[in-house]
């Protein structure tokens, strides 16, 4: 599904350059939950920003469903992320005057995709993230938890392979992060739906299978839901 190969990424300024990935590997499996953590800087962001194909790498190769990013022009890419890839972020970039239907319909119009059969599917995701009966309601009036709910509908309308999810539960109290990361589980084990999720929250990462930690651009550590030891180690690592 997602195969990430020797992938180094450094930024340049002026005279000076920092290496952010160091000749990272990755192997994502379809339907695969996996949440992606590490200290800032560690690049955990800026691998997320890469599979996204919102930035190019210096080396390596990224491959989505068995397509190379490598070759892409920026057009390509675009077309890409609007076929393949569904992004949540942590500030919801939801169009604060447009109703949730219309957030979540957003995307569509944009590939001119909009029908009956589509705006049955916005009613389906609608009552998925369990907003039935807000479909009129401005995003500007919703709480944050709601708006979050409105945006993982909005990245799921074009039927995506892989969920990109940046810290999205990061401007949510316990609570109402806890309703998304329930949600985002509930969308995964249903709809076999690939997530990708970047979080600093150990209590968030234990809601995927897989967790992948990262340290000064290299991946440090890989702890699996199928590890006899798993539930010990999120003990250790909340205590």
């Known amino acids: 599904m997602i195969k990430v190969t020797n992938l180094r990424k ?30 800032s800087g560690s690049g955990k962001s800026t691998l997320l920003q890469l599979l996204g194909g919102l930035d190019v790498p210096s080396e390596g190769e990224i491959e ?4 190379s990013l490598h070759d892409m022009k920026e057009r390509q890419r675009t077309i890409f992320r609007r076929k393949k890839l569904g992004f949540v972020f ?35 995701l609608i009552r998925s993230v369990g907003l039935e009966g807000f479909d009129g309601k401005r995003a500007n009036l919703l709480s944050g938890g709601q708006q979050q709910r409105v945006a993982i ?15 999205p539960t990061g401007n949510l109290d316990r609570a109402r992060a806890e309703e998304i990361l329930v949600l985002l589980s509930s969308l995964h084990r249903k709809n076999k739906q690939t997530i990708v999720m970047v979080t600093h929250d150990i209590f968030a990462a ?3 299978d897989r967790i992948i930690l990262f340290k000064d651009g290299v991946i440090d550590q890989v702890i699996s839901r199928k590890d006899s030891d798993y539930a010990k180690y999120l003990a250790n690592f909340m205590a």
């Open 10 to 39: 450094e930024f340049l300024n002026g005279q000076e350059s920092t290496l952010v990935l160091k000749g990272v590997n990755v192997h994502i499996e379809e339907g695969e939950f996996v949440a992606i953590m590490g200290p």
């Open 64 to 67: 989505i469903d068995q397509v």
């Open 90 to 124: 942590q500030n919801y970039q939801l169009l604060p005057a447009l109703t949730v239907e219309e957030n979540i319909a957003f995307p569509l119009h944009a590939d001119g995709k909009l029908s009956t059969e589509n705006s049955e599917w916005i009613h389906e």
């Open 153 to 167: 509908a909005r990245a799921l309308a074009n039927h995506p392979t892989v969920l990109l999810a940046d810290e």
């Open 206 to 208: 234990g809601f995927a």
